[in-house]
């Protein structure tokens, strides 16, 4: 168990860095310093808050110490920036950089922040910056099970170089051993250091009305991540069963809201609903005030929920702050805005914003300008805004701890139904309660529900079920920087090693692991065995392979000889005299019963010249039987009678007497004459070879020896890989029939064309799709508006609800060319089925005209009103456009591809989308 380990002690280095905080580390930090300066991988896993960062800051520390580079990783630009800032305020501005793919400062840097696409993307292009790279620091590890980013992180831990320490930092994870385990497997050396403990305990609640309830009766905080020990408090579950005696059948039948609504008025109107205990979200934040529970996070499952709310609190008049708070807030709203335009403003409705971030309320989620958002976190992290009422997304990775969380509802949209959350999901939630080293306690808050049931609540809250599971899966543009960088084999072997392989039969991801370690060996050897007169590795193998046809024809010879036995075995009958070949009955005897029952393996009965009955094998006859002669054997010959043995005996010897033996052996067949043709050929061949006549010959040949060797068994461990489950390489396999067929890899696949170079720079979901579109000439003749909104098609993918229109794309020449990639699109998803892929998603043109506009200076207000998108989603998805520009222009090389997408990129990076670009600088 993890907690059972034994860790090193601290060294001197783990002294002088706790020395500079003002207060003494937790025993887990301790623990996880001290592998690292061991030597050791690391993986800890702890709650959120619980400052498991700073193990990553010692890495840091260490590196600086001993003269090495350090990566600081993380999943997302935001945290990047927040990283950079907080290390250069520790380590200094001239030591630390930041690599964020839309920002470099201070690339050269001993230590730099990056996110890990920008450290995957090194890996694969063989970067110099990865010289003297003693530590990399992995952020948030946890985010691998992201479905659509978590492969990067499995490609940057199974990539990095076996030197590299890994500091792997992840939330509390139900399954942090396996995790730990497969980081050792391909990592070698990786301990786990687990915390469960909350580094502030915390209480649950439900608050029903105006009154809030403890979750137990025994009142006892959750001082771990542990499940949670005690009974539902019983007057939450008497509330419950009062409360369900007014909710009607009917609100749960398939009647249409409108009706509902009306049952329900008819109640009240009755006075039969009893008192209405679902609390107003104005009436909830004011409880939390006068409890001393704020600063809140006010977790509702929905973007329009969460403005929403804000506005309901605006409209209540309430306010949460000091005149000295307003005015903070205020200028940190009017530093935002000191770079958008007015109309913009306007548009982003920044008046409202900036009231409810002065009276100390906001929201905070995905559809939100980023810049707004970062002033909301400002806010927030000063203790200036009260309560946030944010989306699940939040709880990922930022930064903002809270004395109280909120939970709304239990339930969430995930996109295809509404479903209940996870216990893993509210333990990540509610994980945000209590600030250290601010708060002596935190508290979760549930809102009552009409159909709720404490119990649930209970079981949510005391279940620490939060597994991590991969979702790894190769894509075109890995397949081509794999095979680029290590061949095919290699490549093969490495995705062998993934998560997801090991989740799925743990015993591949060692083997794997065992046949990178001998191909490295076996390099080493054929070095080794090297010799100045010429090739000796074609030379060794020119005689392993004389040997190999050897033992093959003398193994072809045993197999025509048992075949040859079977058969001769099959035709004797009783009386015939035979010569047994070899084993403990070797000699003549003479065939009682031929024992043909099983014509696979017939058993002869026999007796022997010392008139022994025996029952003989296929082992007695490594060679078919000589029949010398036959005899009588009486009808009714009983072997259990000494005189019928006596008088078989007698007449047995009588006739061999009288028989030539020497005439009636097994002649061994002679050697192929064609194999031995070859063989001869080859000893020539030999014999000519500069090396044949090396004074060092032998000595060349034992490394040699070692390497053959080493090769075969690696072969045997390729063939168990074979045998087991493969669903990764298998699907690597048929990648590469693709990459194969299009010209992306060569016939061979061992091989990356200069096709296959230009589509190793798109990292696009739908990157072959894109790699195809340049070869065939698609952009060429666009515009910079008309190639980005075309471009804009591969990035983007659709929320429910979003277009007041049917999308379309903005004139005849974009038509032409969106036509153009649907086609590619079509025909790719028709050899993905042939070699058995699903097929990639569909180009989606719902942000094409929006792109297009943008790029032709058309304003804010007006596309955002013709879109119905959000100010976030809007810069969102314009910089993911931004981005594919990018590596179509690396991909593309010279010309007027790279011309028009540099254009194009210049075009969109104005107003709100540059102002996103200047908060990351």
């Known amino acids: 168990m993890v907690g059972e380990q034994r860790f090193p002690a601290p060294g001197p280095a783990y002294a002088e860095f706790e020395a500079a905080f003002p207060f003494a580390l937790d025993p887990y930090q301790r623990d996880g310093c001290a592998v690292v300066e061991a030597g050791a991988g690391v993986l800890v896993a702890a709650p959120t808050g619980a400052g498991k960062t700073v193990v990553g800051e010692f890495a840091v520390f260490l590196a600086l110490r001993q003269g090495k580079r350090c990566f600081y990783t993380t999943p997302i630009k935001a945290l990047s920036n927040q990283k950079y800032h907080d290390l250069v305020e520790r380590f200094g501005t001239h030591r630390v950089g930041l690599l964020t793919g839309d920002t470099s400062i201070n690339g050269d840097a001993d230590v730099v922040v990056m996110t890990t696409e920008v450290l995957r993307n090194m890996i694969y292009a063989g970067s110099s910056a990865l010289r003297n790279l003693g530590f990399v620091v992995m ?19 199974i990539g990095l170089a076996p030197s590299v320490q890994l500091v792997s930092l992840s939330a509390t994870v139900s399954n942090a051993e396996e995790f730990g385990d497969w980081l050792g497997e391909v990592r070698g050396d990786v301990r786990v250091v687990l915390s469960e403990r ?30 949670v020990k005690g009974d539902v408090n019983p007057e939450l579950v008497k509330l419950a069963k009062s409360d369900a005696k007014y909710v009607r059948d009917d609100s749960r039948t398939r009647r249409g809201r409108r009706t509902r609504d009306r049952i329900e008025r008819n109640q009240a109107g009755r006075g039969d609903r009893g008192p209405n205990l679902v609390p107003r979200r104005d009436g909830a934040v004011e409880k939390l005030e006068a409890e001393g529970l704020l600063p809140a996070i006010y977790f509702i499952f929905s973007r329009v929920g969460c403005d929403a709310a804000v506005g309901q609190l605006l409209h209540s008049g309430l306010r949460l702050t000091t005149p000295d708070e307003r005015a903070r807030l205020e200028a940190i709203a009017d530093a935002v805005a000191s770079g958008l335009s007015p109309e913009d403003l306007d548009a982003l409705e920044f008046g409202t914003f900036r009231e409810g971030l002065r009276r100390g309320i906001a929201a905070h989620h995905a559809g939100m300008l980023p810049a707004f958002k970062e002033a909301v976190e400002q806010g927030f992290v000063e203790g200036l805004v009260k309560v946030v009422f944010a989306t699940e997304t939040l709880a990922l990775g930022i930064n903002m701890p809270a004395r109280s969380v909120v939970l709304e509802k239990l339930v969430k949209y995930n996109g295809e139904a509404h479903v209940d959350i996870t216990p893993g999901e509210y333990t990540q939630l509610t994980g945000r309660a209590g600030r250290r080293g601010i708060d002596v306690e935190g508290h979760a808050v549930v809102l009552w529900q009409r159909d709720i049931d404490p119990r649930q609540v209970a079981g949510l809250a005391s279940r620490r079920t939060y597994p991590l599971r991969s979702s790894f899966s190769p894509t075109y543009n890995m397949a081509v920087n794999l095979v680029g960088r290590v061949g095919p084999e290699r490549a093969r072997g490495l995705l062998e090693q993934s998560f997801a392989q090991y989740q799925t ?13 001998n191909t490295d060996r076996i390099a080493a050897l054929w070095r080794d065995a090297a010799c100045e007169a010429g090739d000796f590795e074609a030379y060794a193998r020119g005689r392993a392979e004389i040997k190999r046809l050897e033992n093959e024809s003398a193994k072809s010879r045993r197999t025509d000889r048992r075949a040859e036995a079977i058969s001769a075995l099959l035709e004797l009958v009783p009386g015939d005299i035979i010569g047994v070949p070899a084993g403990r009955h070797e000699g003549w005897a003479v065939v009682v019963d031929p024992g043909k ?84 050929a080859l000893r020539a061949e030999l014999k000519a070879h500069p090396v044949h006549g090396c004074p060092d010959r032998e000595a060349h040949s034992r490394a040699a020896e070692k390497a053959l060797r080493l090769e075969r068994d690696t072969a045997d461990l390729r063939r168990q890989v074979e045998r087991r489950s493969n669903t990764i390489a298998l699907r690597f396999d048929r990648i590469c029939s693709v990459l194969r067929a299009l010209g992306y890899l060569s016939g061979d696949g061992r091989r990356v064309t200069p096709a296959g170079a230009m589509l190793a720079r798109i990292y696009s979901e739908l ?57 590619i699109w079509r025909d790719l998803s028709l050899m993905e089925r042939d070699h058995k892929l699903d097929p990639s998603r569909d180009p989606d043109i719902g942000f094409a005209e929006a792109t297009f506009a943008w790029a032709s200076g058309e304003d804010l207000a007006g596309i955002l009103a013709a879109t119905d998108l959000t100010a976030g989603d809007f810069v969102r998805s314009m910089r993911m456009v931004i981005d594919l520009l990018g590596q179509l222009a690396d991909a593309a090389g010279q010309g007027v591809v790279r011309a028009t997408a540099r254009e194009a990129i210049d075009m969109l990076r104005r107003g709100v989308v540059s102002a996103a670009y200047d908060e990351d600088d």
């Open 139 to 157: 952020d948030e590890v946890h985010y691998l099970a992201d479905r659509f980013r978590g492969a990067v992180w499995e490609e940057v831990i």
């Open 198 to 227: 909350r580094p502030v305990p915390l209480f649950q609640h439900v608050m029903a009305g105006r009154r809030l309830y403890d979750l137990f009766s025994d009142e006892a905080p959750t001082a771990s991540a542990l499940p």
């Open 505 to 517: 039969d743990k015993s591949v991801v060692g083997v794997a692991r065992a046949v990178a370690r």
């Open 597 to 680: 029952r099983d014509r696979g393996n017939p058993t002869p009965t026999v007796m022997t010249e010392q008139r022994q009955l025996k029952k003989l094998s296929l082992t007695d006859f490594p060679s078919p039987p000589a029949v010398a002669g036959r005899m009588r054997v009486p009808k009714h010959f009983d072997p259990r009678q000494a005189k019928d043995r006596r008088n078989l005996s007698a007449a047995f010897h009588s006739k061999l007497a009288g028989i030539d033996t020497r005439a009636s052996r097994y002649v061994p067949a002679a050697m192929d004459a064609e194999v031995t043709e070859k063989i001869d």
């Open 767 to 823: 990157d072959l799709v894109a790699a195809e579109a340049i070869r065939a000439g698609v952009f060429d003749e666009l515009t910079a508006p008309e190639f980005a909104a075309v471009a804009s098609s591969l990035t983007y993918e659709s929320r429910g609800g979003e277009q007041k229109r049917p999308a379309r794309m903005p004139n005849r020449s974009t038509e032409i060319a969106q036509s153009a990639i649907r086609h």
